[in-house]
């Protein structure tokens, strides 16, 4: 290559636009017999059919992607599109679409030999190895946390997911901390960089909850924007699925869009369409909440209920069994039967009561947790302006205006002196 400061600079009238060089570029494909007529065998990695009926897809091979199209007139009338994951052979020439300068296989001919790809029988097997090792199995599975109070999210510190999960969590459930642990979700690194940051995101809270710290992390959410098959290879891969399924904290994957179905979203502990909807899920529910100590005091009273009546239809058949067989040895032995029968029913109802005190204490003790007032005791400190309304930004409270600000115990009104724009590190919320 010569070196560039040897170059004369040209002056503008001879330097090529990018038409002419994508022209040129053009122009030599067309020239060369082999690419004027070939034919390209390779694995679909993507295929669709426009309302125009013209078909476009992208064939694979374990190195390298080539993009095709089928125009309506090569498609014959109920052809159906070819499947991802099949074989196939496409004829026809390689052109160069001049207003982006990509090549593409320009397709008269589709042949369909039979079979399925490489990297789709890789991914079969795979899913078999991993169901038979019963990592697949629904007796596996932990349950997702009603409200936990801290959240590790594995995702890309770049991309538009992590923006979202924020948003929704911080507008259902501002006192929920939040952890990112970074890994790239795409690319050759992003298995084993996904894999160890599970493992980062476990190690990270057995240290706080060793510490006593209450909002140390709780579930794991796994997060990723939608994509191509090939994009989401990464959460198909055996390194990150192996550690998934060693995962101390129950994990909740959202990987893609509803259709988007990954080995990841089979082996985690639970799965959600999109990772807006799992930060909608993992978001307390208030008025569920609420409502649990009443539900169980109903199952419990239930419960009793039916022992009550199970005793009552023996005592009485009893009854009728003494009148019929008169011999007293047969009166004490029901009369003993009798007396095992309240004692039963009186220690499982017992039971019963305890167990319900025991889910009430539970959920007043989450519902204390939750308060506004529990916040307030560690220090922090919540900010009215005029009519009541909660102050979020320094927007809100300008220079000059009276506020209210309600601690722990009692309150204190102020007038603004100054203000300051701020901010926070938006690698971590908490």
């Not at 065998?41 to 390298?64: C, K, N, P």
């Not at 982006?100 to 490489?118: D, E, M, N, V, W």
């Not at 978001?283 to 409502?291: H, M």
């Amino acid at each position: 290559m010569p070196d560039a400061r040897l170059i004369t600079q040209p002056a503008p009238e001879e330097a090529l636009s990018v038409s002419e060089v994508a022209a040129r570029i053009r122009a030599q494909i067309s020239e060369d017999p082999l690419l004027a007529s070939c034919a390209v065998i390779g694995e679909v990695q993507s295929s669709m059919r426009s309302t125009a009926g013209h078909e476009y897809l992208t064939l694979r091979d374990a190195e390298s992607t080539l993009d095709a199209v089928r125009f309506r007139g090569s498609i014959r009338p109920g052809e159906e599109v070819p499947a991802v994951g099949e074989i196939v052979i496409l004829i026809g020439r390689i052109d160069l679409y001049t207003p982006r300068s990509r090549y593409q296989l320009i397709a008269s001919t589709l042949i369909r030999p039979g079979g399925i790809g490489l990297l789709s029988q890789e991914l079969e097997a795979l899913k078999r190895k991993l169901q038979a090792e019963g990592l697949f199995d629904a007796a596996r599975k932990r349950p997702i946390p009603l409200a936990p109070q801290g959240i590790a999210i594995v995702t890309s510190r770049s991309g538009a997911v992590l923006h979202d999960v924020i948003r929704v969590l911080r507008g259902s459930a501002p006192q929920t901390r939040l952890l990112l642990v970074h890994a790239p979700v795409q690319g050759a690194t992003a298995p084993a960089e996904l894999a160890e940051a599970i493992r980062r995101a476990n190690a990270h809270a057995a240290r706080e909850a060793r510490a006593g710290i209450g909002s140390a992390p709780s579930v794991i959410l796994l997060a990723r924007g939608g994509g191509s098959s090939d994009d989401l290879s990464a959460f198909n891969s055996e390194e990150l699925l192996r550690a998934i399924a060693a995962s101390q904290l129950p994990v909740l994957s959202a990987v893609g869009h509803e259709s988007d179905v990954t080995l990841a979203d089979l082996v985690a502990d639970d799965r959600a369409g999109t990772p807006s909807i799992a930060a909608a899920r993992l978001s307390p529910n208030l008025d569920l909440i609420r409502a649990r100590p009443l539900q169980l005091l109903g199952r419990a009273y239930q419960e009793m209920q039916r022992i009550v009546l199970q005793c009552a239809a023996e005592l009485r058949e009893g009854g009728r069994s003494l009148i019929a067989s008169g011999p007293e040895n047969q009166i004490e032995r029901e009369e003993e039967r009798l007396a095992q029968m309240g004692d039963d029913l009186m220690r499982g109802a017992r039971l019963s009561l305890r167990g319900a005190a025991h889910q009430v204490r539970q959920a007043h003790l989450l519902l204390a947790a939750l308060s506004p007032l529990a916040i307030l005791s560690r220090g922090y400190a919540m900010v009215e302006g005029e009519g009541g309304s909660i102050v979020r930004s320094w927007r809100q409270a300008p220079v000059g205006r009276e506020i209210l600000v309600r601690l722990a115990e009692g309150s204190l009104v102020a007038n603004v002196k100054r203000s300051e724009k701020g901010g926070r590190d938006g690698g971590k919320a908490s």
